[in-house]
């Protein structure tokens, strides 16, 4: 792809992501998040241990934000006539000769992914991916703000204005000899609420902007070590950090924000002293206009983000065995076409999965159906899975963590919240 053409294809998707509506630009406008931001478990502030074994696990969560369109990333041609006449517009329709075909035990010739999916389903071929199907937050009211919130603070209700997210508070109910919390947190810019909390965070951001380089970076390093020692710590934490992420030298592949940020949580998460656990946020998905299906906004998104995928892959080598990739996004969209060729704000939607440590070639789902009686106020798929029910499947078998931490972690509404919130067993390779 020539410069211009990289170029033009940048600019469409953030126009795609522009025309969102309009709580989604007061949420990205309020998040910073036009793009990418990483914020990337580290070793920043914690005392240093021993060289961590191979064998420590590790995760990636990945935020889509604005609602992805579960039905396109992961459309259940198996409803056939039902399938067909509910997303039967051009504008949406995925015709199944073109899918991915799944295989899984219990819906067999039923699932399909979008194309653009190309990574993402050679891994599920090879056992390494997974599927969790018609989930959703618990806080279901279409809502930008509340359900990004709820995502990212994992209450069992509405806690708008959280001041943690569950990734912060696991780590603040960790023992001190465990490998996450042996390497504390990094961050740069406006952490994203999954990393806010108690436990100090670094950070390191994804850019293609050439960095401040010596004699600059000597000089200012030098003003800082003489004027400001708190900062200073701060601003060589900050560059070990970005030379471990960026390696010692860049692959010229790397020619966008996405790609930097995937490439460096992979050699991050790889890296023997190391982050343990990442996590990336991504804008656009508010398809409310031209959304497309085979192609269009967001299969062009799907394929960014396949890409990445695929630059985390190449970058966390070995550690991928020991990984866990958790694609997650805050609710799903409405399942007919609307005005603009795009889809509105809806419910149900996939969490996908993949990694050396996910058990793959599944699709984890108990299937609502999509003909007309069957979807929530006769328009959205329904959510027959907690996303939190995800989360915790993977932390209990994946970071060992016990039933009791999870209900710290995940604080439950009331002692129904605690069942309709239990953790997904067989998430994770036994």
């Known amino acids: 792809m020539s410069d211009m053409d990289r170029s033009e294809r940048e600019l469409r998707l953030r126009e795609a992501a522009s025309r969102g509506c309009e709580e989604s630009r007061l949420v990205l406008s309020r998040r910073g998040m036009m793009g990418l931001t990483a914020g990337l478990f580290s070793w920043g502030f914690m005392p240093k241990v021993a060289e961590a074994a191979s064998t420590d696990p590790r995760l990636l969560v990945v935020i889509l934000r604005g609602g992805m369109d579960g039905l396109s990333a992961v459309a259940p041609y198996g409803e056939g006539g039902t399938y067909t006449l509910a997303r039967g517009s051009d504008a949406l329709y995925l015709p199944p000769k073109k899918l991915i075909k799944l295989a899984d035990r219990q819906y067999p010739k039923f699932f399909g992914l979008h194309p653009q999916f190309r990574n993402f389903g050679k891994w599920y071929d090879d056992g390494d991916a997974a599927i969790v199907h018609a989930c959703c937050v618990p806080v279901r009211i279409r809502s930008h703000f509340e359900g990004q919130d709820n995502l990212e603070n994992g209450y069992g209700g509405a806690a708008i204005g959280s001041a943690d997210g569950w990734l912060n508070r696991l780590l603040s109910k960790l023992d001190k000899g465990h490998p996450v919390k042996a390497r504390g947190a990094i961050q740069i810019g406006e952490a994203p609420l999954i990393l806010q909390g108690s436990e100090p965070v670094l950070g390191w951001s994804a850019s293609t902007i050439r960095h401040v ?91 960014e983000l396949d890409d990445g995928l695929g630059y985390f892959r ?98 439950p509404k009331d002692f129904n919240d605690i069942a309709n919130s239990a953790p997904l067993n067989g998430l994770i390779k036994g």
């Open 213 to 303: 380089e010596d004699p600059t970076l000597f000089l200012i390093r030098q003003m800082y070590e003489a004027e400001d020692s708190q900062f200073s710590s701060m601003l060589e934490q900050g560059l070990k950090g970005r030379a471990m992420a960026e390696g010692e030298t860049q692959d010229p592949s790397e020619d966008t924000d996405l790609k930097v940020g995937f490439a460096g949580a992979g050699r991050l998460l790889a890296s023997r002293r190391g982050p343990r656990i990442a996590a990336l946020s991504i804008s656009g998905y508010d398809t409310h206009t031209s959304q497309g299906g085979l192609e269009g906004d967001l299969a062009e998104l799907f394929a």
């Open 314 to 411: 190449r970058n966390v080598g070995t550690a991928w065995k020991n990984t866990v990739v958790m694609i997650v996004t805050e609710f799903g969209r409405r399942v007919q076409v609307n005005g603009n060729d795009g889809s509105d704000h809806g419910t149900g939607t996939v969490a996908m999965l993949c990694g050396g440590a996910v058990n793959g070639r599944q699709v984890v789902a108990d299937w609502p159906g999509l003909a007309p009686g069957e979807l929530l106020d006769g328009r959205d798929l329904k959510a027959t899975i907690d996303l939190r029910s995800v989360f915790k499947g993977v932390l209990r078998d994946h970071f060992s963590i016990s039933e009791t931490m999870l209900a710290e972690v995940f604080p």
